[in-house]
């Protein structure tokens, strides 16, 4: 192989990584869409990351509890005390590229921080911040 096709070809390996994350993306985006959320508001998004909701023991809880209030940093499990690497993609290049993982992640953390599932338009609202911070 010469050095050239060896210099395209790594290339396009590098291309196919970056491109992975927006794709998967844009992917649950649509299928928010599909279920009826309107425009994903990345300012809508940061109100909800740090909107402190009562637990059931009283202490209120929010996505900040275990990601920490700027998600471009690592968090730490308000339960269990363990490292939690940044969520923001851009502290983390591989967030958000595996649509079953956002979602089994979302129905479990809203459900323990605001006692409910998170509806689609939250949902896009949270991918936009978190992607573009
Ligand atoms: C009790 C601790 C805890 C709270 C509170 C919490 N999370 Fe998480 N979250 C985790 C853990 C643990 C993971 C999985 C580990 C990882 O991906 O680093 C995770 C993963 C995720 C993922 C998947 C990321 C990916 O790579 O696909 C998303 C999305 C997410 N959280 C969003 C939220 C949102 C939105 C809130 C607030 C409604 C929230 N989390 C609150 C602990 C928490």
């Not at 089994?104 to 509806?119: D, I, M, S, V």
């Amino acid at each position: 192989m010469s050095r050239f096709s060896l210099g395209v070809g790594l290339l396009a390996v590098a291309a196919g990584v970056l491109a992975a994350t927006p794709a998967a993306l844009n992917e649950r985006l649509a299928a928010y869409r599909a279920s009826g959320a309107g425009e994903p508001s990345t300012n809508r998004g940061a109100e909800l990351w740090t909107r402190r909701v009562p637990s059931p023991e009283g202490a209120p809880r929010s996505c900040a509890s275990c990601h920490g209030t700027d998600p471009r940093q690592p968090g730490r499990h308000a339960t269990t005390g363990k490292a939690i690497e940044p969520l923001a993609s851009s502290a983390q290049s591989d967030r958000f590229s595996d649509p079953e993982k956002v979602e089994k992640w979302f129905k479990r953390n809203c459900t323990w921080t605001w006692g409910r599932e998170c509806t689609a338009q939250e949902k896009g609202d949270f991918l936009a911040y978190l992607s573009r911070l």
